[in-house]
Antibody
Framework: EVQLVQSGAEVKKPGESLKISCQGSGYSFSNYWIGWVRQMPGKGLELMGIIYPGDSDIRYSPSFQGQVTISADKSINTAYLQWSSLKASDTAMYYC??????????????WGQGTVVTVSS | EIVLTQSPDFQSVPPKEKVTITCRASQSIGRSLHWYQQKPDQSPNLLIK???QSLSGVPSRFSGSGYGTHFTLTINSLEAEDAARYYC?????????FGQGTKVEIK
């Protein structure tokens, strides 16, 4: 089955670090761009950035550049989103999603189930 | 960064009526515009790709049109299961951006 499976919910304190994951299966993970999308409570979708697992080429959205780090390990078909110092405003659902075709500019046709991140003191 | 503006933000429509959602881009994006449906507590689902291309498994009542800066998602004969939030997404400039979303309620 073609799917993206994300890591489980996280509860963290402000200032803590965090790395969440997105593992692909059923397709050639290295050859499709993966994006990370934030959805704050009751709000819309925000594209944070995309990564090409084959060579870890990354494109960040301006609002998220310097705020998070996107990475991938193609040997285990996994993409990551990490924070070095969380803020309460990072509380959100985070989705990973795969591009439809093997190109940088494309629709997202496959989505993970989402990872809830709660940051609270 | 290309900004996508959807209208309206909210629509309450009776069953079997037609729904039209528009998405305007801050600059021309050709046909690099996609539509998603997100139901409560679910991940988004791709409905229409490249402005007007349908996808396997998506009901035929969903259609898209447009080019450049003005795009439209149409739901013909609204059904109860179509209650959701709808988003447009442009992939003309990498990494892409989403519109703010349109909530569709069944009246």
């Amino acid at each position: 089955e073609v799917q993206l499976v994300q890591s489980g919910a996280e509860v963290k304190k402000p200032g803590e670090s965090l790395k969440i994951s997105c593992q692909g299966s059923g397709y050639s993970f290295s050859n499709y761009w993966i994006g990370w999308v934030r959805q704050m409570p009751g709000k819309g979708l925000e594209l944070m950035g995309i990564i090409y697992p084959g060579d870890s080429d990354i494109r960040y959205s301006p609002s998220f550049q310097g705020q998070v780090t996107i990475s991938a390990d193609k040997s285990i078909n996994t993409a990551y989103l990490q924070w070095s110092s969380l803020k309460a405003s990072d509380t959100a659902m985070y989705y990973c999603a795969r591009h439809l075709y093997a190109g940088e500019r494309d629709a997202f046709d496959l989505w993970g189930q989402g990872t809830v991140v709660t940051v609270s003191s | 960064e290309i900004v996508l503006t959807q209208s309206p933000d909210f629509q309450s429509v009776p069953p079997k009526e037609k729904v039209t959602i528009t998405c305007r881009a801050s600059q021309s994006i050709g046909r690099s515009l996609h539509w998603y449906q997100q139901k409560p507590d679910q991940s988004p689902n791709l409905l229409i790709k490249y402005a007007s291309q349908s996808l396997s498994g998506v009901p035929s009542r969903f259609s898209g049109s447009g080019y450049g800066t003005h795009f439209t998602l149409t739901i013909n004969s609204l059904e109860a299961e179509d209650a959701a939030r709808y988003y447009c997404h442009q992939s003309s400039s990498s990494p892409g951006t989403f519109g703010q979303g349109t909530k569709v309620e069944i009246k």
